[in-house]
């Protein structure tokens, strides 16, 4: 029992230190201008992380997070409210850490789909345009308040999904696949012609107000305190990634998560069971694009202005990739993924033209060498009983 205690104590302490350097590394690389410094941490980062892998530090790391997990969770939410309390008054930085935060909740809408259903969805990117541009013609047209206009930005995205997911049913393997690139492809055409729409040029979006506080002001305090307007939206993108990292958690351990699972392991043998294959498609498609559509409302109001080049097909690959590079069915792995793929070509302009190139180059490296994604193990999610997740 000691033995046990002490092993729980000594894992605690390594994902409690990990989280603490890696603000720390955050911040250090998020300070860096010059490109070669920048590459020295690129390069110290993954030295550093084989080094403490080859001597079994991960693992400890990775059994903080399924033994501690509300600790590491909160320890999680302190780092970036460090790394947005360090950064309040850098416009760019907040807005390059509130677009991973953004991501991070478009990829677990993806990871509903991918890793619980075993769905494939490959036009993330239009289920976030259907989001923006529901709240810049609500904003726009409508006196509704901007909060209820992120639901109502993730229901439409919902309901433009309930109608996709109908030939989705209808198909089988790589097939529904292609269902979700058409999709895709029509959608950005669609755009592109609608003038109502702004057309090919865009179109305005109207700024969050919360209580009667526009998010476009920036932060002003008696004691001097000053903060970008970003931060107002880095916070709320937060504040609605930890209610939907809490629901996709509770909704991985209920009967509801498990159903998913059979329908992914087996449709056969799931239909064998009495589950609904058509049902469990439809809820999981439905649910995964409702968080994808309330973060593409936000993004809209955060950027002020969105266009279809917004939502591209390659848009939808990057979101893909953040889920193959993290890990199918590993939410904790969306956080790394997401700040490689948002922050790494901002930081080093020289691979700006080549970031498709170097993502795909990851995601085939990841899926040949480590296809549980980047993270240890141990921070993969965990079903009742215990076990990874497949």
């Known amino acids: 029992m000691l033995g046990r205690l002490s092993e729980s104590n000594l894992s605690l302490f390594a994902g409690l230190l990990a989280a603490l350097l890696t603000t720390g590394f955050a911040i250090w690389f998020l300070k860096a201008e010059n490109e070669y410094v920048i590459g020295f941490l690129l390069a110290l980062a993954v030295a550093v992380t084989l080094g403490v892998s080859r001597l079994g530090g991960l693992g400890y790391v990775g059994r903080a997070f399924s033994d501690h997990e509300k600790l590491m969770n909160g320890a ?43 769905l494939v969805n490959l036009s993330g990117a239009s289920f976030l345009g259907v989001g923006a541009y529901t709240s810049a013609v609500l904003l726009a047209h409508t006196a509704v308040p901007p909060l209820l206009v992120l639901v109502i930005g993730g229901v439409m995205s919902a309901l433009v999904g309930c109608l996709l ?50 998010f476009n002001t920036g932060i002003e305090l008696e004691n001097g305190f000053y903060g970008s307007f970003y931060l107002n939206y880095l916070l709320l993108a937060l504040a609605l990634l930890v209610i939907a990292f809490a629901l996709v958690k509770r909704l991985e351990r209920s009967w509801i998560g498990l159903s998913m699972d059979a329908v992914r392991l087996d449709e056969t043998a799931a239909a064998c069971y009495g589950l609904s294959i058509a049902r469990w498609k439809v809820v999981g498609f439905t649910l ?21 080049a917004n939502f591209s097909f390659g848009d939808s690959l990057i979101l893909v990739s953040i889920v193959l590079l993290g890990g199918i069915g590993n939410p904790w792995g969306l956080a790394v993924a997401a700040a490689i793929v948002v922050i790494l070509p901002e930081k080093l302009q020289m691979i700006q033209e080549y970031r498709f190139l170097l ?12 296809p549980d994604g980047l993270l240890p193990r141990g921070m993969r999610n965990y079903i009742p009983g215990g076990g990874a997740r497949s």
């Open 76 to 118: 999680a939410v302190c780092g970036v409210l460090a790394l947005a309390a360090v950064f309040r008054e850098d416009h760019f930085t907040l807005l390059m850490i509130a677009i991973v935060l953004l991501y991070m909740l478009a990829g677990l809408g993806l990871t509903i789909q991918f890793g619980y259903l075993g």
């Open 165 to 214: 997911v109908l030939p989705v049913l209808r198909t089988k393997g790589h097939y529904s696949a292609v269902v979700t690139i058409a999709f895709a492809i029509l959608f950005m055409s669609f755009l592109q012609v609608n003038d109502t729409l702004g057309g090919p040029q865009g179109l305005a979006t109207g700024e969050m107000a919360l209580f009667g506080w526009g």
């Open 288 to 308: 995964g694009n409702f968080l994808i559509g309330m973060a593409g409302a936000l993004y809209a109001m955060m950027l002020g202005f969105i266009a279809p």
């Open 359 to 370: 993502f795909a180059g990851l995601v085939v490296l990841v899926l040949l060498f480590r």
